[in-house]
C-alpha cells in the first residue's frame, strides 16, 4: 500500500492538483491530509471538495489543523472578530467562503490520528504534535524524543511548520511531508511525501512537485484577497513565489512595533499601520499588477 501524505494545503487548489496528479502517477492508493487544508489561499471551498472527493477516490485520512479550528473557534463566538481591510481579513474570507457542512466536518475530525492500513502498516498523525496542534516537532529535540518514545507505532507522521525532513529515532520514524500550499523549504514547489511499508518498516520519500504560481497569485487577485487582507496576502504571495516564510518574521516584527507602541495584544490587535511598517523594513515585495 503507497501511502501519499499532505499537510498544510492552505487553501491552494493548484498546488492541491499538481501534487494529487504526482502521487497517482506514482501509484498512491491511499491519502492522508494533516490538517491547515484551508486559510490563506483563494480556494477554501475548491480545496475541502477535492479533499471529499479524494474521500470517494480511495481510503482517505483528514486531521484538523489550528486553522480549521480556527474556524470552529470562531463559529463559536470565541477568538475576537475578523475584519475585512485588516491582517485579520484573510480569516474572514475563508470563514465567508465555507459552509455550515464543512465547519460540521471540522467538528469531527481530530488533530491525532491513528491510522492503520493493514498488514502491520500503522502509524500516528499528527498536525503538531500529539497534545497540541500548534506545536511544531523539529529534530534533535528533547520533546520530539519524548513524543517518539511514546509513540506506539513505527512512524509518526507531523505537519505545521511547512518544514519537509526526516528524522529517525530508535527505531520510530518522525516524518513532516512539509506544505503542499505554503511551501517554506526555500523554492515554491508543493511539497508532499510518499510512504511505504514493507517487512515491519516505513520508506518515506519527500517530492517536490512544481506547479503554476503565478496562475495562484491572479486567483488571488481576482477573489480579492489581495485588497481584504493587504499586508497580510502580501507576505503570502512573497511566501509562494520563493519558498521562503515571509509571513512569520513579518508578523513578529509587526508585534514588536505595536508593543512599543503600548498597542496590540495578539497579532489580531496589531494596527495595520505597524503591519506595513514591518513589511516596509522587511522589503517584502509588492504583488504587482
Ligand atoms: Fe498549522
Given at each position: 500500500m503507497k501511502l501519499a501524505v499532505l499537510s498544510?494545503?492552505?487553501?491552494n487548489y493548484r498546488a492541491l492538483e499538481a501534487v494529487l496528479r504526482d502521487a497517482a502517477a506514482a501509484g498512491a492508493e491511499a491519502y492522508l491530509a494533516l490538517g491547515d487544508h484551508v486559510t490563506d489561499g483563494p480556494y477554501p471551498r475548491r480545496t475541502l471538495e477535492r479533499l471529499y472527493a479524494l474521500e470517494r477516490e480511495a481510503p482517505t485520512f483528514l486531521l484538523r489543523g489550528n486553522r480549521e479550528e480556527y474556524m470552529l473557534d470562531h463559529r463559536a463566538g470565541k477568538g475576537g472578530s475578523w475584519l475585512p481591510g485588516t491582517e485579520s481579513g484573510s480569516l474572514h474570507y475563508t470563514y465567508s467562503q465555507l459552509l455550515p457542512a464543512d465547519l460540521d466536518r471540522f467538528a469531527g475530525w481530530s488533530s491525532v490520528l491513528p491510522v492503520d492500513l493493514g498488514n502491520g502498516a500503522r502509524l500516528l498523525a499528527v498536525h503538531g504534535s500529539p497534545e497540541n496542534s500548534r506545536e511544531r516537532l523539529l529534530p534533535f529535540d528533547g520533546a520530539t524524543h519524548r513524543y517518539l518514545e511514546a509513540c506506539p507505532y513505527p512512524a509518526l507522521l507531523c505537519g505545521h511548520s511547512h518544514q519537509a525532513f526526516l528524522y529517525p529515532y530508535q527505531g520510530t520514524l518522525l516524518a513532516n511531508p512539509g506544505s503542499v500550499g505554503l511551501s517554506a523549504m526555500g523554492s515554491p514547489e508543493a511539497r508532499y511525501a510518499l510512504m511505504t511499508y514493507e517487512a515491519g518498516y516505513w520508506q518515506c520519500s519527500l517530492r517536490a512537485v512544481p506547479y503554476d504560481v503565478e496562475a495562484l497569485v491572479e486567483d488571488i487577485r481576482q477573489c480579492g484577497l489581495d485588497q481584504s487582507a493587504a499586508v497580510w496576502t502580501r507576505c503570502v504571495v512573497a511566501t509562494l513565489r520563493t519558498g521562503i516564510n515571509q509571513i512569520i518574521p513579518t508578523g513578529n516584527l509587526a508585534y514588536k512595533l505595536a508593543q512599543e507602541r503600548g498597542t496590540g495584544g495578539t497579532w489580531m490587535d496589531i494596527p495595520q499601520a505597524c503591519w506595513e511598517e514591518a513589511a516596509r523594513r522587511l522589503q517584502v515585495p509588492p504583488i504587482g499588477p
Open positions: 498544510d494545503i492552505h487553501a
